[in-house]
């Protein structure tokens, strides 16, 4: 088992800043992709970043890149999500998820998800 706990989600202007933090605890739980989703208001869920357990090879959903940057502390079992520049459309509910392979929506380990919300 894995357990997940975001943290760092609240309201901030557009062109704003947030940090997100999601700290991992469990059995072998820093070999484990983790990623980023969030998920709007009559929409899917939806990956925003992701990186593997070694902290190579992070993936960015188009609609983020350049503005949003995730990253890991394996001492910690700590994974972060910088965001940047943040827009209206940014508004969502953010969760972290673990998984051993990769991850998606799909995985079976998720936090309880923070809310972000970017006014105009």
């Known amino acids: 088992q894995v357990q997940l706990v975001e943290s760092g989600g609240g309201l901030v202007q557009a062109g704003g800043s947030l940090r997100l933090s999601c700290a991992a605890s469990g059995r072998t739980s820093s070999r484990y992709d983790m990623g980023w989703f969030r998920q709007a208001p009559g929409k899917e869920r939806e990956i925003v970043a992701r990186?593997?357990?070694?902290?190579?090879?992070?993936f960015y959903a188009d609609s983020v890149k350049g503005r949003f940057t995730i990253s890991r502390d394996s001492g910690k079992n700590t994974v972060y999500l910088q965001m940047n520049r943040l827009k209206p459309e940014d508004t969502a509910v953010y969760y972290c998820?673990?998984?051993?392979?990769?991850?998606?929506?799909?995985?079976?380990?998720w936090g309880q998800g923070t809310q972000v919300t970017v006014s105009s």
């Open positions: 998820a673990a998984d051993p392979m990769l991850v998606s929506t799909h995985s079976a380990y």
């Open positions: 990186i593997m357990w070694s902290g190579a090879s992070p």
